[in-house]
């Protein structure tokens, strides 16, 4: 059975080792000695204090949230692939829509990243994702079609298979708004397919598909599992601990619901 994977970015929040070490106590309060056995959580904090998500609660992984895809040079400000590997990173967000906005990356630059992250064997989690405007004049598909043809063009089945897809539609991001389960379904739909054509139907199951944009644990099913999600990237909320917490612990109850049913 496929993993659900819950998704904890925490953008540039927690301003000091205090917050972030208060924040790993209650985390470690929250998850006590719970164990996943279909759920991986994984957090992706400010590049400066990766070091103190070391240890983190059973069940969980430690990601970044960007990368420049070259190992070593005058690249000022920039993080390395080998830096992260080096530090224990395993996941690493690519192409979120804020870095596509503030710093203009554009599809072949996260191409370029995420190769880089599967060549230094870390997984990358890339962002896709559709604006208001587009998503009113029926472009959804071909926007995400576009994304993705640049992203997976030339990659093998086993490179692909070893990429998370985050779907954010941009509209949704910091919002109370999100679609509704009918219209992410419609979109796993047409992933499925875009990658059944691309690869085959085996490799289409595989490639696991995230939503994101003002995910709430109240909200979880009608956006993960009944779209047929296999998990959710949380912005807002995986500031709080006992969110993503729970936000794994419905995910491990659904999985489990499904194995007895099946």
């Not at 993993?3 to 301003?15: A, I, R, T, W």
């Not at 224990?88 to 979120?96: D, N, R, T």
């Not at 796993?188 to 003002?214: H, N, P, W």
Request: aromatic share 10%; hydrophobic share 40%.
């Amino acid at each position: 059975m496929q993993k659900f994977y819950v998704v904890g970015n925490l953008k540039m929040n927690m301003s000091s080792r205090e917050e972030v070490s208060q924040y790993l106590t209650v985390l470690h309060r929250e998850a006590g000695q719970k164990t996943y056995e279909h759920v991986l959580g994984i957090i992706c904090p400010s590049f400066v204090y990766l070091a103190q998500f070391d240890t983190l609660p059973k069940g969980m992984k430690k990601g970044a949230q960007n990368l420049f895809p070259e190992k070593i040079g005058a690249y000022t400000g920039e993080i390395s692939p080998v830096m992260l590997k080096d530090d224990g990173v395993e996941y690493v967000i690519v192409g979120h829509s804020e870095r596509r906005r503030y710093a203009n990356e554009t599809d072949e630059m996260i191409r370029e990243k995420a190769l880089s992250a599967l060549k230094y064997y870390m997984t990358p989690i890339v962002c896709i994702g559709e604006t208001g405007g587009e998503r009113q004049a029926g472009e959804t598909e071909n926007i995400l079609a576009s994304q993705l043809r640049t992203l997976f063009s030339d990659l093998s089945k086993l490179q692909a298979e070893k990429i998370i897809i985050a779907y954010e539609p941009l509209w949704a991001i910091g919002t109370d708004a999100v679609p509704t389960t009918e219209e992410l379904f419609r979109v796993r739909v047409f992933l499925r397919k875009f990658f059944t054509e691309i690869f085959d139907a085996q490799t289409a199951e595989r490639i696991a598909v995230l939503y994101g944009g003002s995910v709430k644990s109240s909200l979880l099913g009608p956006v993960s599992w009944e779209a047929e999600m296999n998990g959710v990237l949380a912005g807002r909320e995986s500031l709080f601990p006992y969110e993503l917490v729970k936000m794994m612990g419905l995910f491990e109850e659904e999985a489990k619901r499904k194995q007895n049913e099946g």
